[in-house]
């Protein structure tokens, strides 16, 4: 190989391993949420029974922030969820799995309609409590708590 092939292998590589490398979180992001990152069941959501959401195992999986997850009992939701200052949070949009489970879709709208339009959090002890600006609720619980 001349050296100019060397040269040229040589840059390919760097571009290649460079478009590898990961990108930097920005430092308000970064930082550990500790009472924020559990998975939480959900108990309490405008339209839907509690026991309709105790019976589907409803939760919301927040261990792996920026990334979020939650079931309903049917389908897969991933979403990001973002911690911001003095009790604010975004989400992004949700997408889903697009199964249909009869008698299990209601609780699933519910919350992919409304969890976009959360934009404060509040913990009280092993709760988790969203709302949105016109003051309605979502309320879980942490599921490790006895």
């Known amino acids: 190989m001349s050296i100019k092939q060397h040269a040229f292998t040589a840059a390919c590589m760097a ?8 990108t930097a979180v920005p ?20 339209g839907v029974e509690r026991a309709q959401l105790v019976a589907l195992q409803a939760q919301m999986d927040l261990t792996a922030l920026p990334q979020a997850a ?7 939701l991933n979403f990001t969820a973002q911690p911001q200052d003095k009790g604010q949070i975004r989400f992004g949009a949700v997408m889903s799995t697009r199964m249909y489970c009869a ?9 992919g ?3 976009g339009q959360m934009k404060h959090y509040r913990l009280e002890g092993q709760r988790l409590i969203l709302r949105n600006d016109a003051g309605e609720e979502m ?8």
């Open 15 to 22: 571009a290649l391993l460079g478009g590898c490398a990961a």
């Open 27 to 46: 430092e308000a992001e970064n930082q550990s949420q500790p009472g924020l990152q559990r998975v939480w069941m959900l108990t309490d959501i405008n």
């Open 70 to 76: 939650a079931n309903m009992g049917c389908n897969r």
């Open 103 to 111: 008698g299990r879709m209601d609780a699933e709208q519910q919350f």
């Open 113 to 115: 309609q409304r969890i």
């Open 139 to 146: 309320r879980f619980v942490a599921q490790d708590w006895d």
